[in-house]
């Protein structure tokens, strides 16, 4: 089982739709968990940090769940911009660094 | 604000050929990363350093050496470039290895032919 997995997608959504991402992690003494975006041929940028009581940034919501070592990101009134790639990144990994996942591609429609 | 800088930003290199990507990082981050990234792969560690003068193995070290002379800047190294080597290499710092999140270089395409 890869250490991080995700659904690569791609995701096409209209403007203004919901769309939520999955995110399975192996090890399950990870400690820290985070959503990153790619914009195509940029680096990698924090999104937001996912905390075990569940968090939210505007119109990001992420949740944890430890006991199935599931992450997932909620993206509420979807904007042309919010077209990317994102990245689950888990703290724990099997050498104790960040470890990414591949990416899961959404693409905003007018 | 520069925050990680990469140089360079683009190199075409023939197979055999060595080369020094370049990392800067003004935050005084303790730690630093080199990734590659490649279509379907994700990013993957090569090699990092928890402080000036030690680098240890990420996931993929191979082919590649690293150095970290200074705290602001972290080498990587290409003794003898192979097509396999051809990516996208990402430098990023962080002020932990744990908790803290890691900030990003605009990345270097190197292209090996």
């Known amino acids: 089982r890869k250490e991080v997995e995700q659904d690569p997608g791609p995701f096409n959504v209209p403007e203004g739709a919901t769309v939520a991402f999955n995110c399975t992690y192996s090890?399950?003494?990870?400690?820290?968990f985070f959503w990153y975006r790619q914009d195509c041929r940029k680096e990698p940028k924090l999104l937001m940090s996912?905390?075990?009581s569940g968090n939210e940034d505007g119109r990001f919501t992420a949740q944890l769940n430890r006991a199935s070592q599931y992450i997932s990101l909620l993206i509420r009134d979807s904007k042309l911009s919010d077209s990317a790639t994102y990245l689950c990144?888990?703290?724990?990994?099997?050498?104790?660094?960040?470890?990414f996942g591949k990416g899961t591609k959404l693409s905003v429609k007018p | 604000n520069a925050g990680v800088t990469q140089t360079p930003k683009f190199r075409v290199l023939k197979t055999g050929q060595s080369m020094t990507l370049l990392c800067a990082q003004d935050?005084?981050?303790?730690?630093m990363y080199w990734y590659r990234q490649d279509p379907g792969m994700g990013l993957r560690l090569i090699h990092y350093?928890?402080?000036?003068?030690?680098?240890a193995k990420g996931e993929v070290p191979d082919g590649y050496n690293v150095s970290r002379l200074k705290k602001q800047n972290f080498l990587l190294g290409l003794e003898s470039a192979a097509p396999s080597q051809t990516s996208v290499y990402f430098c990023?710092?962080?002020?932990?290895?744990?908790?803290?999140?890691?900030?990003f270089g605009d990345g270097t395409r190197l292209s090996i032919l």
């Open positions: 990023a710092s962080s002020y932990s290895l744990k908790a803290q999140p890691q900030h």
């Open positions: 090890n399950s003494a990870s400690q820290s």
């Open positions: 990144v888990v703290y724990g990994g099997s050498q104790g660094n960040l470890i």
């Open positions: 935050m005084n981050h303790e730690y």
């Open positions: 350093s928890v402080g000036e003068g030690t680098t």
């Open positions: 996912v905390y075990s």
